[in-house]
């Protein structure tokens, strides 16, 4: 017996040395070749993996089949390289590019290649840029919410379209740009919290950048739709894809649309008036001419109608925006130069808003008049990007420009015959002629530490066009300054230093200036639904001037994921409201405010296919002019969620949870104070067949009646919603 047992284990043993296929090779620079030391290999499933000598070699031992390998370098973006074994090529030559400190949380959204996640039940860029830690949505109806970074807002932080600037026409705010993509737009979104990273605004607060996605030259033909109902509002969506290509060009197109009833909040509450319809095309085509010159057209269209707002004053009837960008990318057109990105860009925001369905009779505010209103933005850019690496040194130069004219009016109509109409103009062709030069760089001096710094400088000339308006501004403000230059310079830098492998600490430190809108410079008799009171432009105004510091600490490996950040953000000439009358304020520099907090995110790989993570984010603003909270931040709030992943199906649950807000602003605005909540979620996907997957969930189970501190006038979140997509993909 002995002797067959140990018969059976030769063979065992034999069969496995056999089948062991010994891989080899290096590991170099993409931008010039040099190899890099002590890369890290890791076979992906089988948890094995060896390491690069000092000259960027290696050698491992696979079994056969093929395998997913991770490769990872300090200072490098890690690659993950699929490996056939029994086929490979005994010497394998595997390029890193040069990764940049990151400063900013990247959410992949959505794609057309099967091993691309499509995370959760995605409705909308609101669904997005919910899920990192620090960033919150203010919330004016079951459409279109707006971004808060870390307490900031509106023109406090900036938000792109692929780098392109874009200007909310609405004066009341109801049209955020983030409004206008829709999730089959994107390919993914860059959240910048801080002014760490200022190569696509200059803000105080942080940057959101939709990267939209791009004709794919790997797919000669992509189809892909989707279709999905959610029974909190009644919500019909219709989404489609098709992307076609050859060697030379590829071309995508998409299109959805929305339909959406009265929501309901918790308890089944129904929400009046919160309706709305909704479309939205895309069409992107590129061409190659050779290996280092491609030309891309792109264009986005997005229409929204009957936009119901709850608890404002108006509705709104139409938001219409036509997006194009033009660009040209030259790879390699010298020596050390890697590309020249360049690109040209227009659009234009139409909003139309009225109180035509209210009883105008009985509201505080405006008393028997009707006030339709229209606002729009045109916005023409031109940006070059250049970027350089040069061994342990990269740099990245971009040069823009960019014109907005902004125009906004509305007609007072009374209610009874014998009163004559009223006319107001609310921005009278405010024009914005806005330069700037924004330098990048990065130096990895060692393997162990890396430094990132961006240097930025912005000129803007800025001017009324309607001379009606001009005269209104200078009779209030009895000044004929109404144009205005400003000059303001930038600067950050970050060390980020590796104490041992998945163990990481980055330092950061910036000083950064915003520009005034053209809202805060030349808004004129502006409702602010937030306090009750109308505000008019300040000329004058000074740029925000911040200070910032932040640390974070990283600790990762296959298995586990933890990060940390605590900062802090000193804000001087903080631009708000002034109180000048009993429902007047006019838009004023407050001497010196701060905002200070921490967030924490990780997960856990309990065991292969069970995954636990976490976040939570907590901020504190203070306005040390008038010794009181400033206003509009959310409380500590955050996430829990537990997901199981298989191959052909994944579920998770979830919890969402916010404390209660007791810090508010009396002074400079009035808000109230809002109570603590958990709602829980349960997601899952499945899919069905080659070419379809089913989505279903549960969100806010409990039906819990809750709102959220950034609603706005407390309007309720959506209560118990039953949802389920089926999507077809095609590939």
Known sequence: MNRI????????????????????????????????????????????????????EFTIKLPSGTHNIKISAVGYESEILLVNANNQSKNIVIKLKHETIKLSDDVVVYGVNKTTKIEGWLNSTDDIMQKPEGVSLQRRANFALEPSIRGMSAGQIGVVVDGMKIFSACIDRMDPVTAYIEVENLKKMEISKGSFDMTQSASVGGTINMITKKADFSHPLAIQAEMGYESVSKLKRLRSEINISN???????????????????????????????KNNYTFNFTNKFNNNHSFEFAFIGDNAYNIG???????????????????????????????????????????????????????????????????????????????????????????????????????????????????????GDAVLNNSSATLDYNWVPTNKLRFRSNLRYDYSMRDIHNEDARRLLEGFWKSNEIEQTYNIFSFSGALEYELTKGIAFTLA???????????????????????????????????????QIEFSTLFSSESYYFKFNAYYNNINNYISGLLQSDEFKIFTNISSAYITGAEISGSISLMSKLKFSANAAYAYGYNREYNEPLP????????????????????????RFASKQTKI???????????????????????????????????????????????????????????????????
């Not at 039906?703 to 089926?726: C, Q």
């Open 5 to 56: 047992f140990h018969i059976i284990a030769f063979f065992l043993v034999a069969a496995s040395i056999m089948g062991q296929h010994q891989i080899s090779g290096i590991v170099i620079n993409i931008a010039n070749g040099e190899r890099i030391s002590f890369a890290n290999i890791f076979v992906l499933k089988l948890s094995t993996g060896t390491a690069c000598n000092e000259n960027g």
């Open 247 to 277: 060697t030379k060009w590829a071309a995508r197109g998409t299109f959805s649309i929305k339909n959406s009833s009265d929501y309901y909040a918790g308890k089944n509450t129904k929400i009046e008036n919160s309706g709305y319809r």
């Open 309 to 427: 707002y709850p608890v404002l004053l108006m509705d709104a009837t139409k938001a219409l925006s036509q997006i194009y960008r033009l660009e040209h990318k030259w790879n390699n057109p010298f020596a050390n130069l890697n590309y020249i990105n360049s690109k040209i860009y227009y659009n234009r925001i139409d909003h139309w808003m009225d109180d035509y369905n209210r009883d105008v009779t009985q509201r505080p505010v405006m008393t028997n008049m009707y006030m339709p209103m229209f606002g729009n933005t045109k916005t023409v850019g031109a940006m070059v990007e250049f970027l350089v690496i040069e061994n342990r040194h990269s740099f990245k130069m971009i040069l823009d420009f960019y014109r907005v004219a902004a125009f906004a009016d509305m007609t007072m109509i009374s209610v009874f015959d014998d009163v004559s109409d009223m006319y107001l103009i609310n921005i």
């Open 509 to 547: 430190i910036a000083q950064s200036e915003r520009l005034p809108t053209h809202i805060e410079n030349y808004g004129f008799y502006l409702y602010n639904y937030t306090d009750d009171y109308f505000y008019t432009g300040n000329p004058t105004l000074k740029p925000e001037l911040s200070r």
């Open 632 to 655: 509009m931040i959310p409380p500590l709030e955050g996430r829990i969620g537990l997901q199981f992943i298989e191959e052909k199906f994944r579920f998770s649950v979830e919890s």
């Open 665 to 731: 602003a009396n002074t400079t605005t009035t808000e109230d104070r809002t109570a603590a909540f958990i709602i829980f979620n349960f997601r899952g996907q499945i899919n069905l067949w080659n070419y379809f997957e089913l989505k279903f969930g549960v969100e806010n189970i409990t039906d819990k009646f809750y709102n959220e501190h950034l609603a706005i006038n407390n309007l309720p979140s959506r209560g118990r919603n039953f949802y389920t997509g089926l999507s077809f993909l095609f590939d």
